[in-house]
């Protein structure tokens, strides 16, 4: 079954706008993952934030996590054609602290950047 | 650092035949991943494991799929006798014991008619 659900499942907005994507779990978690899949690829690492943090940047992306509301955001700025992508969140939905948990995707926001 | 290895790419059978999936993980990485990717999902763990024993498989349909881990290394996916249903891009992941970022393989799209 599926942990996360990504809203809206998709986008489309032109070169150089944001772009806001959100994800909504179910359970308690320790970490909650954002993954890049492009068309016919695998999927990629974007970015962890950790269940006792609220927000994290790593170069044009920003995520935040409220686990009050059991919900997360993903900010793309300024996006360029190559963000052009599904996006995934994932969340271990386990109560170890160790490494390796179990990963609960969810349906994933399907993005489109227009030249 | 060489990827995540996955092969075949791309793989047509019956319904009925029997399919076998090769994953060559990152060097060194402990844990390895086989996932299921329907057409317009996000990826389902099959199984998990941790060098050679498996941790998780309460996802595989263990009545057609089997997996194994030799050696701790190289793993391959089996499917025996396909369905349908099973027509996916099964991708395989793997990640180092302590830490939780996985990487994912290129994946195998299988089509089953």
């Known amino acids: 079954s599926q942990q996360g659900e990504e809203d809206p499942q998709a986008l489309s907005i032109q070169e150089g706008e944001n772009a806001t994507m959100n994800c909504s779990y179910k359970t308690s978690i320790n970490n909650l993952q954002w993954y890049r899949q492009n068309s016919g690829r695998g999927l990629v690492h974007l970015i962890l934030i950790r269940s006792n943090e609220r927000e994290k940047h790593s170069g044009r992306l920003r995520v935040t996590l409220d686990t009050s509301k059991k919900s997360s955001s993903l900010l793309i700025t300024a996006s360029r054609a190559a963000d052009t992508a599904s996006y995934f969140c994932?969340?271990?939905?386990?109560?170890?602290?160790?490494?390796?948990?179990?990963?609960?995707f969810g349906t994933g926001t399907r993005l489109t950047i227009i030249p | 650092e060489a990827g995540v290895a996955q092969s075949p790419r791309y793989k047509i059978i019956e319904k009925r035949q029997s399919v076998a999936f090769w994953c060559n993980p990152i060097s060194g990485h402990a844990t390895l991943y086989w996932y299921q990717q329907i057409l317009g999902q996000g990826p389902k763990l099959l199984i998990q494991f941790q060098n050679n024993g498996v941790v998780d498989d309460s996802q595989l349909p263990k009545d057609r799929f089997s997996a194994e881990r030799l050696k701790g290394v190289d793993s391959t996916l089996k499917i025996q006798p396909a369905k349908l249903e099973d027509s996916a891009v099964y991708l395989c992941?793997?990640?180092?014991?302590?830490?939780?970022?996985?990487?994912f393989g290129p994946g195998t799209r299988l089509t089953v008619t």
């Open positions: 994932a969340t271990d939905g386990s109560l170890s602290n160790f490494g390796n948990e179990k990963l609960t």
């Open positions: 992941a793997s990640s180092l014991e302590t830490e939780y970022e996985q990487y």
